[in-house]
C-alpha cells in the first residue's frame, strides 16, 4: 500500500534524518512511495540508497555525498559546542575500508578513523578526539570544556575519551572543568596554566557579582564574548562592575574576544606584568 509522502518523511526524521532504503523498507515504505517523496521534495536523494530530509544540516549532506560522516569540529558545532576557530570546511569521518566520493565544490577535511557513525554523525568523544589530533590542544581543551558544560559528555564519557587520548595529552582531561562559562575563559586559564599562575574561575565577589577569573586575590579578570559586551547598556554595567571592584581593592583586567584569539601577546604581558610586580596580592601595594 502506498506511503504518503509526508510519513515518509516523518520516517526519515524519526531515525534521525538519515536514511537508507533498507531502513524505510523495514517500515513498510515501498520504493515507490519512497520515489514520490523524491519528487514531491520531502526526501532528498543523496547518493544510491541514501536519504535525507531537506532540512538536512549542509555539513550532514556534505559528509555523505563525500562517502563519511560529519566528525571532528563539525561534528562539534553542530552539537552547539564552542568552536575557536571559524572552520569553514566539512570534516568528514571516513572509515578504512570507505572510499571517497567526487562532489561538486569538494572542502572537506578527511579523518581516516575506525570509528561507528550514527545517523551520518560520530559520537561527541570520537570527535573530540579528532580534534586533538587535527587542530591541536587548545582547539581540543576548549571543545571538550564547552562539551561538558552542555552535557553532552558524562564521567563515563570523560574517562573512555581520556583512556584513548596520547599519554602526554591526558592531562587536559583532567585540568578541564564542567563549569567553564565561555570558550575564551577555557582558552585563558589554559594559557596562563604553563607559567604557573593559579586562577580562581567563576567567582562570587559580594557586591560585585560573578566575575570570570581572580589571579591572587586582588586581581579581576574578565574576558568578554565576541558580542556579549557590545551594547552601551553592557559596556555601562561592565564599567559600573569595574568601579565597584576598585573600590573594594580589586584590579580588573578586562579583555574581548580578538584580543584573546588574536592578539594573545598583550593579553600576556598586561597579566604578567601585574603579577611579576605583586599587584594581583592583597600585602602592601605590590612592588614597584
Given at each position: 500500500m502506498p506511503v504518503e509522502p509526508h510519513l515518509v518523511h516523518q520516517a526519515c526524521a524519526d531515525l534521525g534524518g538519515v536514511v537508507s532504503a533498507r531502513e524505510l523498507d523495514s517500515f513498510g515504505i515501498d520504493r515507490r512511495s519512497l520515489a514520490r517523496a523524491v519528487r514531491t521534495g520531502d526526501l532528498v536523494r543523496i547518493r544510491p540508497g541514501t536519504y535525507v530530509t531537506p532540512e538536512a544540516e549542509p555539513d550532514l549532506v556534505t559528509a555523505l555525498l563525500h562517502g563519511g560522516a560529519v566528525?571532528?569540529?563539525?561534528?562539534?558545532?553542530?552539537?552547539?559546542?564552542?568552536?575557536l576557530g571559524a572552520?569553514?570546511?566539512?570534516?568528514?569521518?571516513?572509515?578504512?575500508?570507505?572510499?571517497?566520493?567526487?562532489?561538486?565544490?569538494?572542502?572537506?577535511?578527511?579523518?581516516?578513523?575506525?570509528?561507528?557513525?550514527?545517523a551520518?554523525?560520530?559520537?561527541?568523544?570520537?570527535?573530540?578526539?579528532?580534534?586533538?589530533?587535527?587542530?591541536?590542544?587548545?582547539?581540543?581543551?576548549?571543545?571538550?570544556?564547552?562539551?561538558?558544560?552542555?552535557?553532552l559528555i558524562d564521567r563515563r564519557g570523560l574517562d573512555r575519551l581520556s583512556s584513548g587520548?596520547?599519554?602526554?595529552?591526558?592531562?587536559?582531561?583532567e585540568?578541564?572543568?564542567?563549569?567553564?562559562?565561555?570558550g575564551l575563559e577555557s582558552l585563558l586559564r589554559l594559557r596562563l596554566r604553563r607559567y604557573g599562575i593559579d586562577v580562581?574561575?567563576?567567582?562570587?565577589?559580594?557586591?560585585?557579582?560573578?566575575?570570570?577569573?581572580?589571579?591572587?586575590?586582588?586581581l579581576i579578570l574578565e574576558v568578554d564574548g565576541r558580542s556579549n559586551h557590545e551594547s552601551p547598556q553592557h559596556r555601562h554595567k561592565d564599567l559600573r562592575r569595574d568601579a565597584l571592584a576598585a573600590a573594594l581593592g580589586f584590579e580588573t583586567l578586562r579583555f574581548d574576544y580578538a584580543l584573546v584569539v588574536h592578539e594573545w601577546g598583550i593579553v600576556e604581558a598586561a597579566i604578567l606584568a601585574r603579577v611579576d610586580r605583586g599587584l594581583?596580592?592583597?600585602?602592601?601595594?605590590?612592588?614597584?
Open positions: 566528525g571532528c569540529v563539525s561534528r562539534l558545532r553542530l552539537a552547539g559546542v564552542w568552536v572552520h569553514p570546511e566539512t570534516h568528514v569521518a571516513m572509515r578504512p575500508t570507505g572510499r571517497r566520493r567526487p562532489h561538486p565544490a569538494c572542502r572537506c577535511v578527511q579523518h581516516w578513523n575506525d570509528v561507528s557513525s550514527s551520518g554523525l560520530v559520537s561527541i568523544v570520537d570527535a573530540l578526539r579528532q580534534v586533538l589530533g587535527c587542530l591541536g590542544a587548545e582547539e581540543f581543551f576548549v571543545c571538550l570544556e564547552s562539551a561538558m558544560r552542555r552535557r587520548l596520547p599519554a602526554e595529552h591526558r592531562w587536559l582531561t585540568f578541564a572543568r564542567w563549569n567553564a562559562d565561555s580562581q574561575s567563576q567567582v562570587e565577589v559580594p557586591g560585585v557579582g560573578r566575575v570570570d577569573f581572580v589571579v591572587g586575590d586582588r594581583h596580592l592583597s600585602r602592601g601595594l605590590g612592588r614597584l
